[in-house]
């Protein structure tokens, strides 16, 4: 019988071959332990990119890779910010699991020098490739968090975390790396500084003036006391901004600080050596190397030979830059040849920032058809992003994906080609794309994603599998300032909660198969399966939110703080600043 069944299988598997069923490619990938390039841009839109569907915008190199490879169309972040997207990307799982979000509001780390980040004993799927023997390094951004309770313990760093080589910066590109108008602390912290000084300035006028005319009987101390606050308080008004460049903006490599604060013309040929070196130090392989690029974030660092070339300002240099990038890393994949053995990823964070606009001029990316953007929960423009596989003689080239799947799914994609096993002991929320990408499933393993908006569950999608429809319910949607806007102008970000938002009773309904750029929300009349969809759909919310254990916040109020004690210095705390080469200066492209 066993022998029988043996011999069936065995003529079926010669026939499909012979009838060329299964390409020969395709073989067993699952067993083959490539090497592994992830590239991710932060803050990059999916509709600035020329593969999906920008004419104007040129990107030839992540277009080649679309071509010759496998292009998702509905490929889903976890958040729509970045520590709690990247958080969701290497450990596979949602970040309110991990603690990456807050109960006050805050949704990513605000400093280098703070204690909040991804918990140790989160496993990073370059974790579990480094003990299956893979070489791991990470060049580019990281922003989830550094250390705990020492400015050396390091808890929090890529080593901590499965990566056996690191390049870049601890925390994140930002608008005040380079006192942009677009700021993200800086303007703020000036505000409130100048506003404490102006009243203990008058306090201590008033103090003065009372003691002079002897109409408040004062001793000189608190006068005294009031104008040295007073003081400082301007003084700690006008050094705010160079207190960031230098807490914030900065490189490291391994442990070591290499740049303090970063000098932003030499930063792009940096990582492209430091990529360079570590491809063709490890090019005996296996290796898993994520370029985590600081492009597409404002302040839009882009080198001289970019700036003014692209048809969409500041903001269009910086991307075409970052193509070229890719270009120059696939040349170097090339030249030794690794091409072959080398499973490329492209993605973004989240969706583009739609907020990062000044008079006319934006400086955030294009979600395409998408509405809403970067910061918003539940919004497609927020969440839905590029994602490019590639890898020659065994991804088909120019297959087209519509299924939704999600960033999450990396984690248990690569750990399987990497011959690992994903962790037993804890929920993963994503699903290896493996049969997906090779084109022996037709279905995404993903029936329910869920959009999370900090630790607020704002939305939900059901890719329902006998219809092939794919039903987004939003239970909790950001109020555009001004109304109707389309986003939240002068604010940053859309809030989560609170004031800001607005809760649905009943539920905002949308087919995404029909109305992707969720345009006509439908009702019970529109929609004869409005009531089963909404209940199908709230059942699965329920059944997730049983699956949720509660977590300590890394962004809680004391983990968010500037903690003087843990700000990575080099040199004399406070006068940081030490550079690798002792050469050149500091010039500021863009504005
Ligand atoms: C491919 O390799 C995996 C892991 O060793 C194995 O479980 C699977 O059966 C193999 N598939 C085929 C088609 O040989
Ligand atoms: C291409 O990208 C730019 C920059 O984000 C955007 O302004 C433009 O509208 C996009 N064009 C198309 C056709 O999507
Ligand atoms: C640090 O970086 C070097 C390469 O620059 C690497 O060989 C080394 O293993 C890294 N890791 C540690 C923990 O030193
Ligand atoms: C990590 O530790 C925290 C408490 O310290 C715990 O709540 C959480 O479940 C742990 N996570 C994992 C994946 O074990």
Redo the contacts with the bound molecule.
Sequence with gaps: MLHLHHSWSWLAGMLSVLLGLVPSASSNISTSRPNILLLMADDL?I???GC??????RTPNIDRLAEDGVKLTQHISAASLCTPSRAAFLTGRYPVRSGMVSSIGYRVLQWTGASGGLPTNETTFAKILKEKGYATGLIGKWHLGLNCESASDHCHHPLHHGFDHFYGMPFSLMGDCAHWELSEKRVNLEQKLNFLFQVLASVALTLVAGKLTHLIPVSWTPVIWSALWAVLLLAGSYFVGALIVHADCLLMRNHTITEQPMRFQKTTPLILQEVASFLKRNKHGPFLLFVSFLHVHIPLITMKNFLGK????L??DN?EEMDWMVGQILDTLDMEGLTNSTLIYFTSDHG?SLENQLGHT?Y???N?IYKGGKGMGGWEGGIRVPGIFHWPGVLPAGRVIGEPTSLMDVFPTVVQLAGGEVPQDRVIDGHSLVPLLQGAEARSAHEFLFHYCGQHLHAARWHQRDSGSVWKVHYTTPQFHPEGAGACYGRGVCPCSGEGVTHHRPPLLFDLSRDPSEARPLTPDSEPLYHAVIARVGAAVSEHRHTLSPVPQQFSTSNILWKPWLQPCCGHFPFCSCHEDGDGTPRMPGL
């Excluded at 999906?52 to 915008?57: C, K």
């Excluded at 692209?310 to 300002?313: F, K, Y």
């Design positions: 839109g509709g600035d990119i999906y569907g920008n004419t104007t915008m692209s048809l969409h300002g903001y269009g991307v583009g934006q955030g990316g294009w395409g």
